[in-house]
T-cell receptor, first 112, second 116 residues
Framework: AQSVTQLDSHVSVSEGTPVLLRCNYSSSYSPSLFWYVQHPNKGLQLLLKYTSAATLVKGINGFEAEFKKSETSFHLTKPSAHMSDAAEYFCVANTGGFKTIFGAGTRLFVKA | SAVISQKPSRDICQRGTSLTIQCQVD?????MFWYRQQPGQSLTLIAT?????????ESGFVIDKFPISRPNLTFSTLTVSNMSPEDSSIYLCSAKLAGGRADTQYFGPGTRLTVL
């Protein structure tokens, strides 16, 4: 069965420190992988996507993610957190066809 | 890319009534979807809106409760019928320009529904 697992429901960091949001996927096929961010009372905004090209993907707002096939992971990182990064983050996979699989989400808290 | 707008952005409704949510995309898109996001939860796919034909519903969702229309490539509506407090949720419209697995999925801002 195909699935996306976000390993942390909540992550709390201090402003200026690194961010790591973890995501693992399970799929029989090479997936396309996405990270979306959802700010309070807003829709989902695409941060970045992996589609079988370079395994290190750079996105908007300083975020990047690395696809590791051997670990079936696609963790999201940022070197230095900003207060405006506080939001819900969703790891998403598409393994073929139009069906999209969402992770449960990770809420990022940023402390001043 | 695609920009998606939804109307209304929020509403408070009485039990037993119905609400129709509109979704407009600024590009011709291949696929349109409706999702529900309950408080503090991830997104659950309600249905795929098919142009000119009946929507394809996911398990647990039925046409009588969530009728969907898609008269053209850029517009769709979702109706939440005979509402109960359990229908209180955020409803999101989504679209893909093409049908490939690598294709980005775009989301509207959502409609926040509260049923009293």
């Amino acid at each position: 069965a195909q699935s996306v697992t976000q390993l942390d429901s909540h992550v709390s960091v201090s402003e200026g420190t690194p961010v790591l949001l973890r995501c693992n996927y399970s799929s029989s096929y090479s997936p396309s992988l996405f990270w979306y961010v959802q700010h309070p009372n807003k829709g989902l905004q695409l941060l970045l996507k992996y589609t079988s090209a370079a395994t290190l993907v750079k996105g908007i707002n300083g975020f990047e993610a690395e696809f590791k096939k051997s670990e079936t992971s696609f963790h999201l990182t940022k070197p230095s957190a900003h207060m405006s990064d506080a939001a819900e983050y969703f790891c998403v996979a598409n393994t073929g066809g139009f069906k999209t699989i969402f992770g449960a989400g990770t809420r990022l808290f940023v402390k001043a | 890319s695609a920009v998606i707008s939804q109307k209304p952005s929020r509403d408070i409704c009485q039990r037993g009534t119905s609400l129709t949510i509109q979704c407009q995309v600024d590009s011709q898109v291949t696929m349109m979807f409706w999702y529900r996001q309950q408080p503090g939860q991830s997104l659950t796919l309600i249905a795929t809106a098919n142009q000119g034909s009946e929507a394809t519903y996911e398990s647990g969702f039925v046409i009588d409760k969530f009728p969907i229309s898609r008269p053209n490539l850029t517009f769709s509506t979702l109706t939440v019928s005979n509402m109960s407090p359990e229908d209180s949720s955020i409803y999101l419209c989504s679209a893909k320009l093409a049908g490939g697995r690598a294709d980005t999925q775009y989301f509207g801002p959502g409609t926040r529904l509260t049923v009293l």
